[in-house]
C-alpha cells in the first residue's frame, strides 16, 4: 500500500472513528514527550488513513496531545489511503511495539474491536491474535464470550491461504474424523495419579496422538492422554481405577517426557544418549531447538 508522508495541520485529524487503539492516554508518557521535544527531540511520523475526505488518526495519538500542549499547529504523518473500516482494522495492530507498553485493557480493546469488525469475521483465533498480537487463546475465550452474549455471531467459516491461494473453509466439522475424542472438547480426568484428578479440563490442541494439551479450571495447562479423561458427568464420582485401557511403556515413557518442564529436556535427552546406543533407536533423537 502506498504511504505518503505529510506535514499536516492537526485540526484536519479526525479522532472519533473508533481507531484509538489505547484504552485511555498516559498522562506521565504525554509529558515526557512534551520534555523531549524541548530538548530538541523530533517525534516520528504518525499514521493516519485518508477516506477521500477525512484524516483518521490511528497510530500517534500521545504525540498528538504532546504537540497540542506545546501549541504546535502541525504534525508529521504517514498517510495510506482507504476507508474507516481500512483504518478501525489497522488500529488493532499497532502499538505492539513501542516503548509504552499496551495495558491489558488496551490488548482487549483491540481484541473485542477485532472480532466485531466485519474484516474479523471470517478470521480465525490465530490469525485474530497475529493481528492484534496477543495470546490466541485470550482470543478463543472472548470470542467464545462475545458469542454466548449474542454481541457477535457464531464463526463457521473461516478464510485462508494455502499455496498462494485465498479461500474461505467450513469449520463446523474440522478435526471430526481425525480426532473423535477432541469434538466434546472438555472432559473429566479419570486418572487418579494425577493431581487434576476429578476436574473438569478443557482441549486446546492436540499434540500428538493421543495427547491432549488441556486448560485446567485455575488456567494452567496440562498435557494428558486419552486414557486418562472421561466423559463429563457431575452426577457421577469419578472411578479411581486409572484408566479403562492400561498405557503401554511406551506411552508411560512419552507421558513423563511431555510433563518435564522445558528447563529439564536438555538434561534428559543427555541421560537417554548415555544409557541407550543409537542402535536401539528406531529413529535417531533430535536436538531440542534452542528458543
Not at 276 to 282: E, G, I, N, Q, V
Request: glycine content about 6%; hydrophobic content about 30%.
Amino acid at each position: 500500500m502506498e504511504v505518503h508522508v505529510v506535514e499536516l495541520d492537526r485540526k484536519l485529524l479526525r479522532k472519533d472513528g473508533g481507531t484509538q487503539p489505547r484504552e485511555k492516554l498516559d498522562r506521565k508518557h504525554i509529558d515526557d514527550l512534551v520534555r523531549d521535544w524541548k530538548r530538541g527531540a523530533k517525534f516520528e511520523a504518525a499514521l493516519a488513513y485518508y477516506d477521500g475526505q477525512d484524516y483518521w488518526l490511528i497510530d500517534g495519538y500521545h504525540r498528538n496531545a504532546a504537540l497540542e500542549e506545546l501549541d504546535e499547529s502541525k504534525i508529521l504523518i504517514s498517510v495510506r489511503c482507504g476507508t474507516l473500516s481500512d483504518a478501525t482494522w489497522h488500529s488493532y495492530s499497532v502499538n505492539q511495539h513501542k516503548a509504552l507498553k499496551r495495558s491489558n485493557a488496551d490488548k482487549q480493546r483491540a481484541i473485542i474491536g477485532a472480532l466485531k469488525h466485519p474484516y474479523g469475521a471470517s478470521r480465525s483465533n490465530v490469525q485474530i491474535a497475529e493481528h492484534c498480537g496477543v495470546d490466541e487463546g485470550t482470543v478463543r475465550a472472548w470470542r467464545k464470550k462475545l458469542e454466548n452474549s449474542g454481541e457477535i455471531e457464531p464463526n463457521h467459516e473461516r478464510t485462508v491461504t494455502r499455496r498462494g491461494k485465498t479461500y474461505s473453509q467450513k469449520t463446523t466439522h474440522i478435526g471430526s474424523s481425525k480426532h473423535n475424542h477432541q469434538e466434546q472438547q472438555q472432559f473429566k480426568v479419570i486418572c487418579s495419579d494425577l493431581p487434576y484428578y476429578g476436574q473438569v479440563v478443557e482441549v486446546v490442541s492436540v499434540k500428538a496422538g493421543d495427547c491432549y494439551l488441556c486448560r485446567t479450571s485455575n488456567g494452567d495447562t496440562y498435557p494428558f492422554f486419552k486414557s486418562e479423561l472421561g466423559n463429563v458427568d457431575t452426577g457421577v464420582t469419578p472411578s479411581p481405577i486409572v484408566a479403562q485401557e492400561q498405557p503401554s511403556p511406551r506411552e508411560k515413557l512419552v507421558a513423563l517426557i511431555v510433563r518435564l518442564p522445558e528447563e529439564c529436556l536438555e538434561d534428559a535427552i543427555v541421560l537417554l544418549k548415555e544409557r541407550f546406543d543409537f542402535h536401539y533407536l528406531k529413529e535417531p533423537l533430535c536436538e531440542v531447538p534452542t528458543r
